[in-house]
């Protein structure tokens, strides 16, 4: 009915856009069969010709600029000086709309070069031609080129990502459409497998000609180095520079190079960072990054929905930073959550019985459950429990009594408690029965009372004792009162270290270290450490070192980082669903392009199973008998730690696999090139959701193609998306 509406008003937004495109692609396209007949040379002089354009056409305002520049140098009245780099600030602006002009009217010309190149790289495996400044630089450190006497020679083979690639592409002209949508500063939602990394060399080819860098931004460093040395020759042979920020150190001479390259890869984190450091030089000959000119996003619906408000932090070390009680505390705890586990026990079965006999009232069964429930919200025999039918009503119609009139009641659950969970906002808080314990474990009766300040400084002033010793006992009074506020603040992210974060799930130990797990891509996040005491507290209760305490030196979140830019743009497999979003924040457009090949994967019904052993059970045998016939078998978890148990079952049943997880990164490309295989089985987290070309054999696509398989849906359908989306691509068959 929607589509039959939609054809009468011309059809949806993106049809309507995508028409509004295509005499563009026509144009294109001729112009590319008039390049057929070029030479080497004359093609690749296509690059100078274009940079000279596009020079002529911004000569004069950049001749103003420069003048304004010179004139704000010798100025001495700082006022006067603040309103004339106004005045420049605006003249830039307006370079950049004359820039876009004249990038729109090379467009055609500009991308039918990057297709013939395409072109003669996939049907030539040598090109000749003379050889430029550039190639003989190059080919210090490339071995796909060589120089001979005067020629260059660029094999059209080379290492991307660790591995050799061939490159067989040329653009088809859907590619050529999200490209131009692209350089409008536009989303272009492509399906998986539709070579959204291949569209991407179109505008950043015609963009990087403009001199004022592109930057094109990827969710993992492995994404940025394959990228940049996949596409990387394409461009070079055309005479542009590419660089991977990620591949050189911070503040470093290679790093500020990477930036003054035509077109720079990298990921989100590392270009935010690059911007704090910035910030935080003393001489701004130190900083690394130029003018935020052009940003193209990959994956963009996770960097700028999912890690938005994300902040990319900046830290350093406190005084007494390492003066921390964590491992002093931690024996109390562990006695505090041992109780609080046999408490929850009793009140799940109180719970079990009651229901079971009909009485699920409020003051029966249903309040038994909530204190099971607030007591522990992630112990397995609860979340088990509430999974089965009518248990959940029961649980919410409860708490939304106990909740009424602000909490009111709410004291009665948790006064049998040692302490209460707030799972939704991540807190957990002491009872009286919990402060009472852990006293009982301390030599002070007073261990977590803390001093009421204002009444023992009033009494501090009405004694009689001599001004220097009032100053002393105050000092005394406020010293302790801050060493009980930290040891306070100190067991609450114990507590939350015990009860609401799990190893191998929201984080891993690797290297006497612990490291961040994201939850959207099952990637390690490196570098990043949770906040306020929490990942020190983490660092206790897995018997690591902990770090000294830290204090943020510099903060932005990737929202208003990328608002920053001149013009951005993204592409995505699953843009559409959060369209409104994009452009509220923004004020990016989503185009969803059409796909070349018509996808044919066989999207299956989901099955649900009464309890995870019959689940596992059951993924295993399909995993088994998709394996007999010959298809290779991709097995989606949603944590390290269902991936791994996984693995033992099918090591058990003697069935040869690769597992995918935060753990096994560094042998990320070999399992992703093995996973296409015959007969191949790989278990994965959401990493290999994202970006993943896993590449089929004719054998394969015979015997049905490479089939997924999740084990659970995902918080976000955009992730359940991108991984049905590593089958049926460009046409080929999967389930």
């Avoid at 190079?257 to 910030?279: H, K, V």
Wanted: aromatic content about 6%.
């Amino acid at each position: 009915m929607l589509n039959f509406i939609s054809k009468l008003f011309g059809g949806s937004k993106s049809e309507k856009d995508v028409k509004k495109i295509t005499p563009v692609i026509a144009e294109i396209n001729k112009y590319f069969q008039s390049y057929a007949s070029l030479s080497n040379d004359q093609l690749r002089n296509n690059t100078a010709d274009f940079k000279q354009r596009i020079q002529e056409h911004v000569s004069q305002i950049s001749a103003e600029i420069a003048d304004m520049k010179a004139q704000a140098e010798q100025m001495e009245d700082i006022h006067a000086r603040s309103e004339l780099y106004k005045q420049i600030d605006q003249k830039v602006k307006d370079r950049d709309k004359q820039l876009e002009e004249v990038l729109l009217k090379i467009l055609p010309e500009a991308f039918a070069t990057v297709k013939e190149a395409a072109r003669r790289f996939s049907e030539n495996t040598e090109l000749f031609s003379r050889a430029t400044e550039l190639d003989r630089q190059l080919a210090l450190t490339r071995g796909h080129i060589t120089i001979e006497g005067d020629d260059s020679i660029y094999n059209n083979t080379w290492l991307a990502a660790g591995g050799e690639v061939t490159w067989n592409m040329v653009h088809y002209d859907v590619q050529l459409i999200g490209g131009y949508n692209l350089h409008e500063g536009k989303i272009s939602e492509m399906a998986t497998g539709e070579g959204k990394t291949l569209v991407s060399t179109l505008p950043a080819y015609l963009n990087g000609l403009a001199g004022e860098g592109v930057h094109i931004v990827t969710v993992n460093d492995y994404l940025a180095r394959r990228d940049s040395e996949w596409n990387g020759p394409l461009f070079e042979w055309l005479g542009l520079r590419v660089d991977c920020i990620d591949k050189h150190q911070p503040n470093t001479e290679a790093r500020r190079n990477a930036y003054l390259a035509d077109i720079t890869y990298g990921t989100n984190n590392e270009f935010g960072f690059d911007y704090l450091r910035d910030n935080m030089v003393h001489n701004p000959d130190e900083m690394v990054q130029r003018k935020l000119h052009f940003a193209m996003v990959d994956e963009v619906d996770s960097v700028l929905i999912d890690d938005a408000r994300t902040p990319l932090i900046i830290s350093g070390p406190v005084p007494k930073g390492d003066d921390q009680e964590f491992h002093v505390l931690k024996p109390g705890i562990e006695k505090l959550v041992e109780a609080q586990r046999k408490v929850v026990n009793g009140f799940l079965l109180e719970a079990k019985k009651l229901i079971a006999e009909g009485n699920d009232d409020k003051e029966g069964g249903g309040l038994a459950l909530l204190r099971a429930h607030r007591g522990l919200p992630k112990n397995a025999a609860t979340i088990k429990f509430l999974s089965e039918q009518g248990n959940k009503q029961v649980l919410q119609k409860t708490e939304n009594y106990y909740l009424a009139d602000q909490q009111k009641n709410m004291p009665k659950v948790d006064s049998e408690l040692y302490f209460h969970i707030d799972e939704k906002n991540n807190q957990v808080d002491l009872t009286q029965k919990g402060i009472s314990l852990l006293t009982g474990t301390a030599d002070d009766a007073n261990f977590f009372v803390m001093p009421d300040i204002s009444t023992g400084l009033a009494k501090i002033d009405q004694s009689d004792l001599a001004q220097d010793e009032k100053v002393r006992q105050k000092d005394i009074l406020l010293q302790e009162y801050a060493l009980k506020a930290d040891r306070i603040h100190t067991i609450q992210q114990l507590l939350k270290a015990y009860t609401l974060f799990d190893k191998d799930k929201e984080y891993v130990v690797m290297d006497g270290k612990v490291k961040i797990v994201d939850e959207q891509t099952g990637r390690i996040l490196e570098g990043r450490r949770y906040s306020d005491g929490l990942h020190q507290a983490i660092e206790a209760k897995e018997n690591v070192d902990v770090e000294a305490a830290t204090q943020t030196f510099a903060t932005v979140t990737l929202q208003n980082y990328f608002r920053m830019y001149h013009k951005l743009a993204g592409m995505t497999g699953t843009a559409e669903t959060e369209a409104g979003e994009f452009w509220q924040i923004y004020k990016l457009d989503v185009t969803t392009i059409p796909t070349n090949i018509p996808v044919v994967r066989n999207d299956q019904q989901d099955l649900v199973f009464k309890t995870k052993r019959e689940k596992y059970r059951a993924v295993i045998e399909e995993v088994k008998k998709l394996r007999d016939q010959g298809r290779p078998v991709l097995v989606g978890t949603t944590s390290v730690e269902v991936s791994e148990l996984l693995s033992r079952m099918l090591t058990l049943d003697k069935v040869n696999h690769n597992v995918l997880n935060a753990k096994q990164h560094a042998r990320e490309a070999q399992i992703v090139a093995e996973a296409g295989l015959t007969g191949a089985v790989t278990i994965a987290t959401n990493m290999a959701g994202r970006g993943t070309d896993i590449k089929l054999s004719p054998d394969v696509k015979n015997a049905g193609g490479l089939a997924i398989i999740g084990t659970e849906r995902h918080e976000s359908r955009r992730v359940d998306r991108q991984l049905r989306g590593r089958a049926g691509r460009q046409g080929d068959p999967g389930s």
